[in-house]
């Protein structure tokens, strides 16, 4: 865990970091935000859930590329297709 505060607060930060990975932060203002990831055969799957019940996801491919976004309304934006030099 890493701890901070601010002099005008008395609610100390606090991340927790696993393998690098930020898991969950709470900032200054005591609002939680948390974050997990799945490995799937094809990439990654990474969820954000804000202090406020927002999610967002983020597909990634096998190279660690985002293929897809998805924000809380539904909405999903694809990443541009790739192109391949020639």
């Given at each position: ?64 590329r ?16 790739l192109?391949?030099p020639?």
């Amino acid at each position: 865990m890493r701890y901070s505060s601010v002099p005008t607060s008395t609610i100390t930060a606090e991340s927790v970091v696993l393998d690098g990975f930020v898991r969950s932060q709470k900032d200054t203002a005591g609002i939680t935000t948390t974050a997990t990831r799945a490995y799937t055969a094809s990439g990654m799957v990474l969820t954000q859930t804000d202090g406020r019940g927002n999610t967002t996801t983020t597909v990634t491919d096998i190279a660690g590329r985002t293929t897809s976004v998805t924000d809380a309304a539904g909405n999903v934006i694809m990443a541009p297709k790739l192109r391949t030099p020639g």
